[in-house]
């Protein structure tokens, strides 16, 4: 257990549909980033937030939105699906705002299946 | 825009020999980490590296970074099948920023 913690761990849901998301950071940890690994994008950056401020963003869809809550958890919402949203979606957390030497630690990932 | 490229993306070995994996990016920074991520699973820290000249090892998985190159290795030695997994090096400036992965498959 790495202490990230996320779910569910898997979502099957139709086409047009909104899911959210949820990660749980490890316990002391600031930062929050959400990855999407899909089969022909690899591992992409989504967006980082760190201590409730959005601190960066990627290649992240305009249907897709996240916000991090005063508990530190984290949620990514993900709206009007398509079948190319598919994909495993991993959350990291930090300390700080940059990984330094601890690193980023990652969570078992969500499977998103939109059929 | 930070690029980072691993090479080879595959590499299907026998047990016993040894291989690098090789790991190229295209803008300054000093942190650099690999991961191994099993089917299906999540990404498990194996090295955090984080000087020019940085070598670090666990195990039959040696790792090293040239900040000058801009290049980081990750040498398996003496492979075995429990090795086989993807690999991915990661480098760090405002986020991690992930090359393609290399699908290793060590062999009998």
């Known amino acids: 257990d790495s202490g990230v913690t996320q779910t569910p761990k898997h979502l099957i849901t139709a086409t047009g549909q909104r899911v959210t998301l949820r990660c749980s950071p490890r316990s002391g940890d600031l930062s929050v980033y959400w990855y999407q690994q899909s089969l022909d994008q690899g591992l992409q950056f989504l967006i980082q937030y760190y201590n409730g401020e959005e601190r960066a963003k990627g290649n992240i869809l305009e249907r897709f939105s996240a916000q991090q809550f005063p508990d530190l958890h984290s949620e990514l919402n993900l709206s009007s699906l398509e079948l190319g949203d598919s994909a495993l979606y991993f959350c990291?957390?930090?300390?700080?705002?940059?990984?330094?030497?601890?690193?980023?630690?990652f969570g078992s990932g969500t499977r998103l299946t939109v059929v | 825009e930070l690029k980072v490229e691993q090479n080879p993306l595959f590499l299907s070995m026998q047990e016993g020999k040894n291989y690098t994996i090789y790991c190229n990016y295209s803008t300054t920074s000093d942190r650099l980490y690999w991961y191994r991520q099993d089917p299906g699973k999540s990404l498990e820290s194996l090295f955090v590296?984080?000087?020019?000249?940085a070598v670090k090892q666990e195990g039959r998985l040696m790792a090293s970074l040239d900040t000058k190159a801009r290049l980081s290795t990750l040498h398996i030695t003496a492979a075995v099948h429990d090795l086989s997994a993807t690999y991915f090096c990661?480098?760090?400036?405002?986020?991690?920023?992930f090359g393609e992965g290399t699908q290793l498959t060590v062999n009998p």
């Open positions: 990291a957390s930090t300390p700080s705002g940059t990984g330094g030497g601890s690193g980023y630690t």
């Open positions: 990661a480098v760090a400036r405002s986020r991690l920023t």
């Open positions: 590296l984080l000087s020019n000249g």
